[in-house]
């Protein structure tokens, strides 16, 4: 079945269109840790949107599911082949179709990288603000199909919205494109965000219309550190009441802190268990002034308060930012990670809940994230290999889940389902919000074979 699957794709794609050799690349994403590993049996990679065309409508004929793959980097195994599903590598789509600075605008294909967009618009004084990790390995297509965040979604708002346009493949092997290079357009319903976070269960996103704007001339960011996390929530809260719109504002507890402490730019106190930054931005008066206005919203209750000088403090800050994560993982080899949302003034009963169900089930916990958006990416820590740590982590990740919804937030702020939350949307959703859920996804894809699974 496989030899005469891979020469059928090979008559049709041509040759180069297999992946060949050693497939264990596409067999996870960034939730290899937690024990989601699948090999896919094949791999084919197009190199256009006609490409895919062909791919789709020949699978269709045939019955052969397919997972959509961009940069590997999910963290909600949505690009894993789970059940042997033949895997779509879309990084070949790597045109930048247009770029149109004096419009702020850019055409750009699923396969172009975070940081591709990210330094394109640089070059011209223009700026991209979605920002989710791992820039030089995630692509533009998954971005778009998870919704995909970042810090500073704070003030500039997830992937979703920037894209003005979307070309994407449907079943059974159609083009469409809902959208375009126009800023407005309210003609239909709105099918560009259906797509916009369907992680590949609608159809297979090929290329976007990106809206850009001037880059900000200033960013400062100003940094505090508290012995206690409701002292650090009550530091956030202060910052909406002074007015001012930061660019993002983050927030590290407690191990996530301890973990990442010695990488710190500056020495820490040792007292200090919670730590927020928050980011301005703008022209040097307006960022001068609404920096003085976070530091006196942050500076009640610190132990510590920073804002560096220059690009070069500022970048310090982010890097580190970006490796707090790998260094809460490196304390005992492995972690596992959840994504929840929940209204502000219930961030830091999440946080500390996190900790509680963590000392319930034998695992240190801790939380870091996007405190201005309440997204906690609560993380209990395991051993790595030990499935009875998995397990207990897999437990407490339902338990989040479960607090989420309480609280009345999300079980996905930025990660989307993908597999790891398949089945929990009931937790958050009604029966009938549920039922019109399916119902768009049979519209789209009547015999389920986009991304089987996912998103449910």
Known sequence: MIGSVADELAHLLGDDSLVSGSLRSYASDATQLEGLVRAPEVVVAPRSAQDVVVLVEWAYRNDVPLVPRGGGTGFAGGAVPVHGELVVDLSRLDRVRALDPG????????????????????ENGLYFPPDPGA????????NIATNAGGPHAFKYGVTGAWVTGIEAVIPPGELVQVGGPV?????????????????????????????????????VPVVAGYQQTAQGCAAIEAIFASGVVP????????????????SFPLPLPGEVSFLVIAEVDGQP????????????????????????????GTAAVWRWREGVSLAVAAER???????????????????DQTVEIGKELGLPACSWGHAGDGNLHSTFLIEAGDPGDLQKAEAGGRRL?????????????????????????????????LELHGEIKRAFDPKNLMNPGKKT
């Open 183 to 219: 800023r407005k357009d309210v003609a239909g319903y709105d099918l560009k965000s259906l797509l916009i976070g369907s992680e590949g269960t609608l159809g297979i996103i090929t290329a976007a219309w990106l809206r850009l704007i001037p880059a900000p001339e200033c960013r």
């Open 135 to 142: 820039s030089e390995q995630s692509q533009l297509g998954g």
């Open 247 to 262: 660019a993002a504002i983050e927030f590290i507890q407690g191990t996530a802190v301890d973990a990442s402490r010695a």
């Open 103 to 122: 419009l702020w605008r850019a055409h750009v294909e699923a396969g172009v990288t975070t940081a591709t967009i990210h330094r394109l618009a640089r």
């Open 401 to 433: 889940h479960e607090l989420a919804v309480q609280l009345g937030g999300s079980i996905s702020g930025e990660h989307g389902l993908g597999w790891q939350k398949r089945g929990r949307l009931a937790l958050q959703w009604g029966p009938r919000a």
């Open 333 to 351: 080899g492995g972690k596992v990670s959840e994504d929840i949302a929940v209204p502000l003034d219930k961030l830091s009963e999440a946080v």
């Open 285 to 312: 008066a307006e960022t001068a002034n609404n920096r003085d206005e976070v530091r006196a919203a942050l500076e009640p209750g610190s132990s510590t308060l920073w804002a560096p000088e220059g690009a070069a």
